[in-house]
């Protein structure tokens, strides 16, 4: 009869997304992780598998983190509020004094580059979600006059997206708030880009 598991998975996998995050994939060893759990690295693997298995969980739970952002989003009075309250959180994260809550699990593994295809597909399939809600957004935004661009839901979002990569960076480079808070206003501003008017031909 095997002993009973005195751990909760979900605890476990909180600590494994935080070292994931601090230290992304290549940077993170099995060890690391028993580590930071207080497991055994044997328990780890009898639970939860390889140390890819671990990833992709770990994935899975950093997105749950960000399930209470989108609930947020949805409950903002606009669709231009929504975006800003997901920058907002973004900023915030980067200038925590948390390690694991300084990095985006998601933005360090897909620079990281990691050859595993399971892991590559997950990643891409976490940030097109982060730009689906993005596009939503920016479509409700349109809708309720909050976002004066008219130009694709989809191109706002793509550029919103490498905004948020170098808000990040930026946010560990820069240390006075204020500064960081008019760069947020820069990027929120491509929000309110009207469309140009199109030229009529003058008679001839």
């Not at 809550?101 to 399971?118: H, K, N, T, W, Y």
Request: proline share 4%; aromatic share 6%.
């Amino acid at each position: 009869m095997g002993r009973q598991k005195t751990f909760s998975d979900d605890e476990v996998l909180e600590g494994v997304a935080d070292v994931f995050a601090a230290n992304g994939f290549k940077g993170t060893s099995v060890q690391m992780l028993a580590d930071a759990c207080g497991l055994g690295k044997q328990s780890l693997y009898n639970s939860f598998g390889d140390k890819q298995n671990l990833y992709l969980k770990a994935l899975d739970c950093s997105a749950a983190r960000y399930a209470s952002v989108v609930n947020e989003m949805d409950r903002a009075p606009d669709g231009r509020s929504a975006i800003r309250l997901f920058f907002e959180r973004v900023l915030g994260s980067c200038v925590s004094q948390d390690p694991a809550e300084q990095a985006c699990i998601v933005s360090a593994g897909l620079l990281e580059g990691v050859a595993d295809p399971r892991i590559s597909e997950a990643l891409r399939g976490k940030w097109a979600y982060s730009h689906d809600v993005l596009r939503t957004a920016v479509r409700r935004g349109q809708a309720d006059g909050s976002i004066a661009s008219a130009d694709d839901p989809g191109e706002l979002a793509d550029v919103l997206m490498a905004l948020m990569g170098g808000l990040r960076i930026n946010a560990r480079a820069v240390e006075d708030p204020k500064r960081l808070q008019k760069t947020l206003a820069r990027v929120l501003s491509v929000l309110d880009t009207a469309p140009a008017p199109s030229r009529k031909k003058q008679p001839r």
